[in-house]
């Protein structure tokens, strides 16, 4: 089956095309046929942060031109002459840009050999997830093929299950570590495609924790490589610690999360005085140390309690190498032999892969969505 996969939930554009065999377990493999993604995060960095209406705008202005260059990776960009009878300007009235530019490029192409369309509806940006949802809708309505809504987050868990062209071997019970920019979060699952959330952030996301940081030092957007840069320098430097922050909820009984109260403690040391380079890296050292020993510190527990005989940890913020390493040390301590699985760095942050590798598992159960019905949804729970 072919998936093609697009994602707009935040401030990646990505569109991708994947041809898989096989149900879930030892005899499912997957090729990537063609995969093309534009990062925004230069245009919202003097916003310190995602601008919703830019996202959109970007969104919609980059899509044709990636899928189009998407489809001529995978040789599937096929010159023709095609009339559709449809009405393109209701399908698309809430996207301008998209109207101006898809309808020409289906006219002038055939159908590439795709079966299904996997598309985020959630969570999100509701203005950006729009823009993927009625691109797809109108994708689909055109080639009259099946649409599959996808979960953003699921899409992160089923890529990390993946090694290669396939599925890494692993065992349930599985428990999910899933940290980014707008969530963080603990989700046990029992068997493939259940989803029971144990523990979630009451406030800051760690991500989120991570950008509005480095914004109180002066740093750039996105805010995690620049404080894991001026970390890993105090670290290499052998910097003695300065400051100690608070590690929040970390001895409380429960799996939930909170970021918002080590935020304000950075704030408040920097409103102190002028901070000088040196102590730039200690404090971002320390901060690093702190989101680290509370993520490593919650997932140990929930190991416990739950009885877990794996570990996943994705999201953009699981392409941190230091909390990677924390909770790959935390794991061997405990001697039990879990499998920690994780995507790889370069597909860690948001990508149209993980959106189509879920698609699939949707589109083998008959999973389709009408696509007048789909709408996007930017509180989506995993369940």
């Not at 499912?28 to 003097?46: D, K, P, R, V, W």
């Not at 300007?89 to 309808?103: A, H, K, M, S, V």
Request: hydrophobic share 45%; charged share 20%.
């Amino acid at each position: 089956m072919r998936i093609l996969g697009i994602e707009t939930s935040c401030d990646e554009t990505a569109v991708c095309l994947i041809e898989t065999q096989g149900s879930f377990g030892p005899g499912f493999s997957f090729s990537i046929l063609g995969n093309t993604l534009y990062s925004q995060a230069a245009l919202h960095a003097e916003y310190g942060g995602v601008f919703p209406n830019l996202a959109k705008r970007e969104h919609a202005r980059n899509l044709v031109p990636l899928l189009q260059s998407m489809l001529k990776d995978a040789g599937e960009l096929e010159a023709a002459d095609m009339i559709y009878h449809i009405d393109f300007e209701t399908l698309l009235e809430r996207e301008p840009e998209l109207l101006q530019q898809l309808p020409p490029f289906l006219e002038r192409h055939k159908k590439p050999a795709i079966d299904c369309i996997a598309v985020t509806h959630g969570p999100g940006l509701e203005p950006a997830l729009w823009v993927g949802i009625n691109f797809a809708r109108a994708l689909a309505t055109a080639w009259d093929i099946p649409l599959v809504a996808v979960n953003h987050m699921e899409g992160h868990i089923v890529l990390s299950m993946m090694a290669g062209s396939g599925l890494t071997h692993f065992e349930f019970p599985v428990l999910s570590l899933l940290i980014s920019g707008g969530h963080t979060e603990l989700v046990l699952s029992e068997t493939f495609g259940s989803y029971n959330i144990i523990g979630q952030t009451r406030d800051d996301a760690a991500g989120e924790a991570f950008d509005k940081v480095a914004r109180l030092l002066g740093l750039g957007y996105p805010g995690g490589p620049e404080i894991s840069r001026l970390a890993s320098q105090a670290r290499n430097e052998r910097l003695t610690k300065s400051f100690i922050l608070p590690r929040p909820m970390i001895h409380e009984d429960t799996l939930d999360f909170s970021f918002s109260g080590l935020k304000t403690a950075v704030r408040k040391i920097v409103e102190q005085g002028a901070l000088t380079e040196t102590t730039k890296q200690q404090l971002a050292r320390e901060f690093e140390d702190a989101v680290a020993d509370v993520l490593v510190g919650k997932t140990i527990r929930a190991l416990e309690e739950y009885g877990a005989q794996t570990v996943l940890v994705s999201g953009g913020v699981s392409a941190n190498t230091h909390i990677r390493l924390c909770l790959g040390e935390a794991l061997a301590k405990t001697g039990g032999g879990t499998r920690l699985l994780a995507p790889p760095p370069e597909f860690a942050t948001d990508n149209a892969l993980m959106i189509a590798l879920a698609g699939y598992f949707h589109a083998l159960e008959g999973d389709s969505t009408d696509p007048s019905a789909l709408v996007a949804r930017g509180n989506l729970k995993l369940a």
